[in-house]
């Protein structure tokens, strides 16, 4: 009996102690699960003031943006996860036309507080960075914005003006205490913006603060914030450099060069990482992983069109935090319910937002785009030079600048790639036409220039095109990889682009009123303030003073066209003036570019020599289509060849402005407009390009009819010449 028992205890003992064993591992693994705590980083940027899901410049609701849908996938984070932080990554204000009702036309008071500011008070932002759009509107403007926001603005690469890049103008980093499943963590967060706001906003800083290059910066400081934190995050506005702009998307280089950050939240390129294929040759960038050079990175698009998230894994042993696992991910927001409590908020200034933008502020006759803008002279461009050229004429009149020279440079800002393409229908024009005609909040500028000033100018404009070899029978790509708000085309001057020839070497035939221009010559340039501050770098290195009573007058080049379609008392005829044009060869082989799959219509229309429909579609797209350039003289169809007497006309139309002119009658610029645009109507008459001809007959009308013109001619003088004029073209037209 006794054996028995002791077997049985024994049995039980062996049991129990395996069980024991069995266990334990289990009971170790939960422990070191314990061990191991979730920090959830929610991230936006680029928010641009796109509150709403709504596209103001097509008057229509939006599914794929707006902050007030991001806020929702926010607070489905906070739902499920218990340790959440939310930071932004600067470019928040500035950009949709909601953004500038408050900026510009209807100006919050000092003390008042922005929507989207207002949006970000609500959502509980711990931080945010400043981006480069922050500038757009001034210091005192981004001060403002700073005061009124209950979290922190941060910035350590921007110092105050003459401090030798020691003194900080915005608050550099901040360090947060942070609950992680009931025990404290220290964040050190900081931000960073390119330097190139130095020449984009070159008018609101010069003189004001200093930049140093994003990398120099964090070398300086994330040691320091590392030294006295458990956790570095790093808010950069900068983003992935894939070609040669390494300063201004300097994240690789900041996660390769820099120790101490633990997580890297970029922005400024408008793209999404992970889930990127655009970066999967960048050295050091991992999209299966999410990490750049081995820290976990993430980039939430733009507009409010995704949520990031960084998911940290972290380990707590005696005060000390590692990172053990880190998840990176990005969400969109379509089919997102958007916050009611968000929508509510600004819900009375997107109303008035909504008011503005459908207001009526002229009208136009034809229907234009920008489909063909980057391969020949254009419609749209045609009516942001000929309104620039009207604001400055007026405004020098009576100034040391009167009698120079008056050129005009302007850019499609919306020619393809991200920004789809300029369309604006016949008939009314409202506010939102406006903001798709000249995308950005740009004040007007005027800068002077000598001959070679120019030709630089139009030489980095002309870096838009790819070299051509017209030996290759293979199909050549037109477009190189080029941003199209740098590619400006300059009215005033007559010229041509030699795709044939390398960077540099392309502009050629550049005359000024029908003479060569050359190096002694100067020019005064309307342009904007991004461009007149170096943006772009068509005025590097060179002297290039501005006109300086404009800096302060801050008169926004969308409102000059606004103002001129005003003062025209009539609707708007849109026209080209084709002052430029690629200069044509032969080639052995097509010269493709792809544009809107809209452009074939167009080429119809207007009866486009210079470029043909393939019928072929951009892969990947739904809306683009693939063209040939065809490299002719004649960019539009022209009439059969009128009766001989058209040249007689156009010559003593000459003579009969020419002894006006000598009596005093037509004075002031109107003498040179009246005698380019009959001497270029002369020229395609010469070469037999008849429609073109036309066109710069017609305009010679339009110069004529300019109420700014009003004070530079008799009435009857203005009355004969315009019967002349319109004889003339109805020659021309062989009618």
Not at 467 to 491: C, G, H, M, R, W
Not at 610 to 618: D, I, M, W
């Amino acid at each position: 009996m006794l054996n028995t028992k002791m077997a049985n205890v024994f049995k039980k003992a062996a049991i129990v102690s395996l069980l024991f064993m069995f266990l334990m591992p289990m009971t170790a693994f939960g422990e070191e699960n314990d061990d191991v705590h979730e920090l959830m980083i929610m991230t936006t940027t680029d928010i641009h003031s796109y509150l709403m899901p709504y596209d103001y410049m097509n008057d229509s609701e939006v599914d794929n943006y707006g902050l007030v849908k991001t806020a929702t996938l926010i607070d489905q984070i906070r739902a499920n996860h218990d340790n959440t932080i939310l930071f932004d990554n600067g470019d928040i204000f500035q950009g949709s036309l909601l953004g500038e009702l408050e900026a510009s036309i209807e100006p919050l008071e000092p003390g008042d507080t922005q929507a989207i500011i207002k949006a970000f008070n609500e959502l509980d932002y711990a931080a945010v960075s400043i981006g480069n759009h922050e500038f757009n509107f001034g210091l005192d403007f981004l001060d403002n914005a700073i005061e009124t926001s209950n979290f922190p603005w941060l910035n350590a690469n921007v110092y105050e003006a003459g401090t030798d890049l020691q003194e900080h103008r915005f608050q550099p980093y901040e360090i947060i205490e942070h609950e992680v499943d009931g025990k404290t963590i220290t964040l050190g967060v900081i931000g960073f913006t390119p330097p190139q706001i130095m020449q984009w906003d070159n008018l609101h800083l010069d003189g004001n603060v200093e930049v140093e290059h994003i990398v120099e910066s964090a070398k300086r400081y994330v040691p320091e914030l590392a030294e006295q934190t458990d956790l570095v995050i790093a808010l950069a506005h900068t983003g992935v450099n894939t070609g040669d702009r390494e300063t201004e998307h300097a994240a690789v280089s900041l996660a390769r060069e820099v120790d101490g950050i633990d997580a890297l939240v970029m922005g400024h390129a408008h793209q999404t990482f992970p889930g990127n294929s655009g970066y999967d040759r960048v050295e050091g960038v991992d999209d299966a992983t999410g990490t750049i050079h081995g820290v976990p990175a993430v980039m939430s698009g733009s507009w409010g069109s995704h949520l990031g998230t960084i998911q940290l894994d972290l380990k707590e042993e005696n005060g000390d935090w590692t990172v053990v696992s880190s998840k990176s991910e990005v969400t969109g927001v379509e089919d997102v319910e958007p916050k009611e409590s968000i929508v509510d908020l600004i819900a009375s200034v997107h109303e008035r937002t909504l008011d503005y933008v459908n207001s009526a502020v002229g009208t136009i006759t034809e229907s234009f785009n920008t489909f063909f803008s980057l391969v020949m002279d254009n419609e749209v461009l045609q009516l942001v030079n000929d309104a620039q050229l009207w604001f400055a004429e007026d405004y020098l009149k009576g100034t040391e600048y009167e009698d120079k020279p008056l050129l005009s440079a302007a850019a499609p800002f919306r020619a393809g790639y991200r920004g789809g393409y300029t369309e604006v229908d016949a008939g009314e024009i409202k506010v939102r036409d406006l903001a798709d005609i000249y995308v950005y909040d740009n004040t007007l500028q005027v800068v002077e220039v000598d001959g070679d000033g120019l030709v630089q100018w139009l030489e980095r404009s002309a870096e838009s095109f790819k070299q051509i070899d017209p030996e290759k029978t293979e199909d050549q790509e037109l477009l190189a990889s080029f941003s199209a708000f740098n590619y400006d085309v300059i009215e005033g001057v007559e010229y041509q682009i030699d795709v044939t020839q390398p960077v540099g070497e392309r502009i050629t035939n550049l005359t000024y009123e029908g003479e060569p221009v050359t190096s002694d010559m100067t020019f005064l340039v309307a342009t904007n303030n991004y461009r007149a501050g170096g943006g772009g770098d068509h005025l590097k290195g060179l002297d290039a003073p501005l006109v300086e009573s404009l800096v302060s007058l801050s008169v926004e080049n969308r409102y000059v066209i606004l103002d001129y379609l005003e003062s025209l008392g009539e609707p708007y005829t849109p026209y080209a003036s084709y002052n430029w044009s690629i200069k044509p060869v032969e080639t052995n082989g097509r010269v493709v570019f792809n544009s809107s799959i809209k452009g074939a219509d167009h080429i119809d229309k207007l009866g486009l020599l210079a470029v043909s429909a393939t019928g072929e579609l951009v892969e990947d797209s739904n809306s683009g289509a693939v063209y040939t350039y065809n490299f002719t003289e004649e960019m539009r169809a022209g009439k059969d060849q009128p009766e001989q007497n058209a040249e007689q006309a156009i010559a003593e139309l000459e003579d009969l402005m020419n002894s006006y002119i000598n009596e005093g009658a037509v004075k002031g610029p109107l003498v040179n407009q009246l005698g380019n645009t009959l001497r270029q109507a002369n020229h395609h008459h010469s070469h037999e390009r008849y429609s073109q001809s036309v066109k710069f007959m017609e305009n010679y009308l339009n110069h004529l009819n300019r109420k700014p013109n009003e004070r530079h001619i008799e009435g009857s003088v203005k009355d004969e010449l315009e019967e002349k004029a319109a004889q003339t073209i109805d020659l021309l037209k062989n009618k």
